[in-house]
């Protein structure tokens, strides 16, 4: 347990990539399965855990130690598991267990334990372990080890570890279950690379680079067909052997919220594509439809009937026993077109070509698409394979560019981090209400976009502007007359119930500030209300 | 006699009326007993100093032999009358030369115990724990959050980084009086026998330690005279904290910045400071042997300096032991 503590300690205090993946290698490579295992599925979040509530952990603390020296001591730290881990009353040396669980015993322990002895199961585990150890566990249960380590990176690491390729490691990774000792046994070469044990696997996606300044001029409009971006979300339908998958582009399994178009998978083969919502044949729902099916843990019958899901093809990665992603794109294009002819047309269809023969051309598409769920165009070389990644070169994407809108800056926040000393994370609004008597209503929040410098003068007309605080949040003066208006970028509208303003922005940013300008002059309601989709 | 009336806090430090003199004045005083060397309890400029002899030679290499009007050594153990006040001098542990000052007078006697720790350290006599009525106790670690771990424990982490990253410079920042002289035995003790570099700012205390016959090992001058970065790949740097946010640190290839403290033991600490192999090693007691120390020398009042005061406080109140916050000025509560 000391080790795998040890590892996430230096890991969040490691900033380079390339110093963290020496700390994961080098942890790959010095301690033994099964504990190596379970530290590698709880950095990529495979590891699953009955989690335990903050508050319970307090309870559990508070039973053992003077509430108040716990209030300084929280107080002081700011972080509960940290503090917890610090405080937890040692046993004396008679009591204390002469064995420190490893890893791997944690886990069991945790895993085993039942949701009414999950706390009296922590509190022993936390009994044995030392002051490092008890804070590792304690995010175990808690969910979440927020150490600046993606999965991609500890495949990457794994993949350094055994000397392969990490398209090997991420082709393999979902017929693999915790603590993965045969994936350690092959990265090794003690024995032969797992067989695919799992049907229906995830294939690594293939991702494009956006279109820069120069990056046109070198390209030659021949060699590439174009398709529409489609704005959905990315999907793999994958079906083999009677077992059915739909996978994000992260490969996180997604079947379970959409049982109408897995329902429709009834062929052997691996599919690349967009989800969208309504019937392909006769109109496509816009974003604020698809989210109606979106991070739901079930659908009801209803919004199923309302929304159902399909999915727009682009590209085919295997049919039958053939992997056909070696194919040149144009090759691959033929068959998936063949091929989607012969699924339900209601819940798969094919992503249009788009033709053009200059760039030219297909600026003036992608500024005004046919479609307003299409956020610009793709851009595919045609001998080009399927490649796992983002190789430069043979995909592209050039978006739509961004709406913008001019809004007054309203409430700020602290920001965390590097930042947790500046107001960095702004609140902003649009005027509304008869002419003479508008007022501000909130329409978003954007907490990047802007230069350290930039960053620097809101701050500072933040804290000369504060007129009321709440905790971090400070309320800023934004009248007909004062306030600070700020130019905010965003991908798309959605209609909301949840915001006053009845709106909701998808990944707004802060694009300039509009020191120039007056207040009430900033946008209205009404103009963001008729770009929804 | 109330212990109130034999010390008493001033504005330029802990006062006693009948002996008239000061323990560790913050400013220019005509008589002061100075418990160590760190620069906020001992100053230069008092008329007398009484203090051990190591703490007078570290004074006088900080400050220049004329650093007081005039000195006398205490002996560790040995009772001193000042103006018929006895005073005697005991191992504190925190730093070479350092020690507590018991003050005995008309019945009543007070341990004022300057910076402590009970951690076994080859380059400071080992603390001693003396009976008394009111102990004065410093808080630097003073929630229940600061326990210190081993330090070969930590010293272990900085051997086995030089391990895994041999292309890159270990940049150890650490106090120039006692913490680096200590890493630096720390490291010798690990079995580490490669030169150590250190920052001129580290030498004339360093060369002190070794005068003493604290051994440190091949010491050498982090420079790069001629030299390439090359030359510290894989090395040890050891130098004041201050120094590695300056430019003299981007003379080394890709270093790891490493920080010898207690304050390490807080993961935001090390986060801010941009600290990547945090040492949670200390010249102060941590939480729990501020609380054994507290028991044992049997006082039956505790003041409380220097530090986070409420929780110790708080604690003896739990104890049934009287206990108040002096609130001294002048001296760092955050240095290790």
């Given at each position: 347990m000391n080790r795998f503590a040890e590892l996430l300690d230096r890991l969040v205090l490691t900033p380079a990539r390339n110093g963290k993946l020496t700390l994961l290698v080098d942890y790959f490579r010095t301690v033994e399965d099964p504990d190596r295992g379970y530290a590698l599925a709880a950095i990529t979040g495979d590891l699953s855990i009955a989690a335990i509530k903050p508050a319970m952990l307090r309870t559990l603390v508070t039973e053992r130690m003077d509430p108040v020296l716990f209030g300084y001591s929280y107080d002081y730290v700011g972080d509960l598991a940290e503090t917890v881990s610090l405080v937890w009353p040692e046993l004396p040396p008679e009591r204390k267990p002469n064995h420190a669980p490893t890893l791997g015993e944690v886990v069991d322990a945790l895993q085993s334990a039942s949701r009414s002895d999950g706390p009296t199961v922590l509190a022993r585990l936390l009994d044995s372990a030392g002051i490092e150890a008890r804070f590792a566990i304690i995010k175990l249960v808690t969910g979440g080890l927020r150490i600046g380590v993606s999965a991609r990176l500890a495949k990457q690491a794994l993949a350094d570890f055994g000397k392969v390729d990490v398209a090997e490691i991420e082709e393999l990774w979902h017929g693999l279950k915790p603590p993965y000792n045969e994936l350690f046994a092959w990265l090794e070469g003690k024995a032969p690379k797992p067989e695919k044990a799992a049907k229906a696997l995830f294939r690594p996606v293939m991702l494009s680079n956006p279109v820069e300044d120069r990056d046109l001029e070198k390209l030659e409009p021949a060699d590439y067909a174009a398709e529409w971006k489609w704005d959905g979300i990315r999907v793999q339908a994958v079906s083999e052997g009677g077992i059915r998958r739909l996978y994000s582009r992260t490969g996180d399994d997604v079947s379970g919220a959409f049982p109408d178009l897995v329902d429709a998978m009834d062929f052997s083969a691996a599919l690349d594509g967009e989800l969208l919502v309504g019937d392909p044949r006769e109109a496509t729902g816009t974003f604020s439809d698809l989210q109606q099916r979106l991070n739901r843990k079930s659908v009801s019958p209803k919004i199923r009937e309302k929304f159902p899901a399909f999915m727009r093809c682009y590209d085919i990665l295997q049919l039958g026993e053939e992997d056909l992603r070696p194919l040149p794109f144009i090759e691959r294009r033929k068959r998936l077109e063949a091929f989607i002819a012969t699924l339900d047309p209601r819940r798969f269809d094919l992503s249009p070509l788009a033709p053009f023969t200059n760039w030219e051309d297909l600026n003036r598409m992608r500024t005004s698409p046919?479609?307003?769920?299409?956020?610009g165009v793709m851009l595919k070389r045609l001998d080009s394979p399927y490649l796992a990644g983002r190789p430069k070169g043979p995909w592209f994407k050039w978006k739509r560019d961004p709406h913008t809108v001019d809004a007054v800056l309203m409430y700020a926040q602290r920001g965390h981090g590097k930042r947790s000393s500046f107001y960095s994370d702004y609140t902003f609004g649009v005027w509304q209400g008869a002419l003479g008597e508008e007022e501000l209503v909130p329409v978003g929040k954007a907490y990047f976009g802007f230069t350290d410098e930039e960053l620097k003068q809101i701050d500072k007309f933040v804290r000369d502007n504060t007129i009321e605080r709440f905790g971090p949040v400070r309320s800023v003066r934004a009248d007909r007359d004062n306030g600070l208006v700020l130019e905010v970028a965003f991908e798309g509208l959605n209609r909301s119930t949840r915001h006053k303003s009845g709106v909701a922005m998808r990944f707004p940013r802060i694009s300039r500030l509009r020191w120039d300008k007056p207040t009430i002059e900033a946008d209205r309601i009404e103009t963001l209300r008729a770009m929804l989709d | 006699m109330r212990p109130r009336d034999l010390l008493c806090p001033k504005p330029a430090g802990l006062y006693c009326p009948p002996g008239d003199f000061y323990i560790d004045p913050v400013r220019p005083v005509p008589r002061a007993l100075v418990t160590h060397g760190h620069s906020d309890h001992a100053r230069a400029g008092h008329g007398a100093v009484l203090a051990t002899q190591q703490t007078l030679d570290i004074m006088g290499l900080r400050y220049g032999e004329d650093f007081a009007g005039s000195t006398q050594a205490a002996a560790f153990g040995e009772t001193i009358q000042v103006n018929g006040v006895d005073v005697t001098f005991h191992p504190a542990g925190h730093v070479l030369g350092s020690a507590q000052i018991c003050v005995d007078h008309g019945g009543t006697r007070i341990v004022a115990s300057g910076d402590y720790k009970r951690r076994p350290d080859a380059t400071s006599q080992p603390f001693e724990p003396i009976r008394c009525d009111v102990f004065i106790t410093e808080a630097t670690f003073g929630l229940p959050v600061f326990r210190h771990p081993p330090d070969t424990h930590e010293i272990g982490k900085l051997i086995r980084s030089t391990e895994q990253f041999p292309e890159r410079a270990h940049l150890v920042g650490a106090y120039a009086l006692g913490k680096a002289q200590r890493v630096i035995r720390l490291i010798r003790d690990a079995g580490y026998e490669r030169p150590v570099f250190i920052h001129g700012a580290l030498a004339k205390l360093c060369d002190y330690y070794q005068s003493e016959g604290i051994d440190l090992g091949d010491l050498r001058p982090a420079t790069v005279e001629g030299g390439a970065k090359g030359d510290f790949a894989g090395a040890i740097v050891v130098g004041p904290p201050s120094a590695f946010a300056d430019r003299w640190a981007r003379r080394f290839p890709d270093p790891i910045s490493a920080f010898a403290s207690g304050w390490m033991r807080i993961r935001q600490r090390a986060k801010q400071g941009g600290v990547e192999l945090p040492l949670i090693i200390s010249d102060h007691s941590d939480w729990d042997e501020l609380l054994e120390t507290i028991v044992e020398t049997g006082a039956s009042e505790i003041w409380v300096t220097h530090g986070r005061e409420e929780a110790l406080v708080r604690w003896c109140e739990l104890q049934g032991i009287a206990a108040k916050a002096l609130h001294l000025v002048g001296y760092e509560d955050e240095g290790d």
């Open positions: 046919p479609h307003p769920i299409i956020e | -």
